[in-house]
């Protein structure tokens, strides 16, 4: 809002935060660290797995949704660029990569349509691949381990 908005009374000072909201724009969020890289694919995993085991449409519907959600956010953020929400989450995937953005949704318009997982699993799969694939299985961050991760999140975000 401020990098495109309108000054209505021009003072330096208004130029200097317009000048700092637009690099902070172009640099992009700081880079998640592997300890949220790893939390991000547990928990991509899990509801995937949640998602391959209903036979719940209802419930389909709703995995689906926070999937692509998750995996939206997976994406772009390991790529260091903003998450949008609603219209935003489309134009932020397309400005990040059109073909990639396709893919997202054409995989989740199948679902929707035929109930067809198959296009979702692999889609989160090629997400996931790059970093690992997925973390379920052994996976296991103790609770003091994890209080300090979420305090470093916190403060690192």
Same mark, same amino acid.
């Given at each position: 809002?401020?990098?495109?908005?309108?000054?209505?009374?021009?003072?330096?000072?208004?130029?200097?935060?317009?000048?700092?909201?637009?690099?902070?724009?172009?640099?992009?969020?700081?880079?998640?660290?592997?300890?949220?890289?790893?939390?991000?694919?547990?928990?991509?995993?899990?509801?995937?797995?949640?998602?391959?085991?209903?036979?719940?449409?209802?419930?389909?519907?709703?995995?689906?949704?926070?999937?692509?959600?998750?995996?939206?956010?997976?994406?772009?953020?390991?790529?260091?660029? @903003?998450?949008?929400?609603?219209? @935003?989450?489309?134009?932020?995937?397309?400005?990040?990569?059109?073909?990639?953005?396709?893919?997202?949704?054409?995989?989740?318009?199948?679902?929707?349509?035929?109930?067809?997982?198959?296009?979702?699993?692999?889609?989160?799969?090629?997400?996931?691949?790059?970093?690992?694939?997925?973390?379920?299985?052994?996976?296991?961050?103790?609770?003091?381990?994890?209080?300090?991760?979420?305090?470093?999140?916190?403060?690192?975000?």
């Amino acid at each position: 809002m401020i990098s495109e908005g309108i000054v209505l009374k021009d003072h330096d000072f208004i130029k200097n935060i317009k000048k700092e909201a637009n690099v902070l724009l172009k640099n992009g969020p700081k880079p998640w660290s592997n300890e949220t890289i790893m939390m991000k694919r547990y928990m991509i995993t899990d509801l995937l797995y949640d998602f391959i085991g209903s036979s719940q449409r209802e419930v389909e519907i709703v995995i689906a949704s926070h999937l692509l959600e998750s995996i939206s956010e997976f994406v772009l953020r390991t790529n260091r660029k @903003w998450v949008g929400t609603s219209k @935003w989450l489309v134009r932020t995937l397309e400005d990040y990569d059109k073909e990639l953005a396709h893919h997202f949704f054409i995989s989740f318009d199948e679902f929707f349509k035929t109930e067809n997982k198959q296009h979702i699993i692999q889609l989160v799969d090629m997400v996931l691949e790059p970093f690992g694939g997925r973390l379920f299985a052994g996976f296991n961050v103790g609770k003091d381990e994890l209080l300090n991760n979420n305090s470093k999140e916190i403060e690192g975000e």
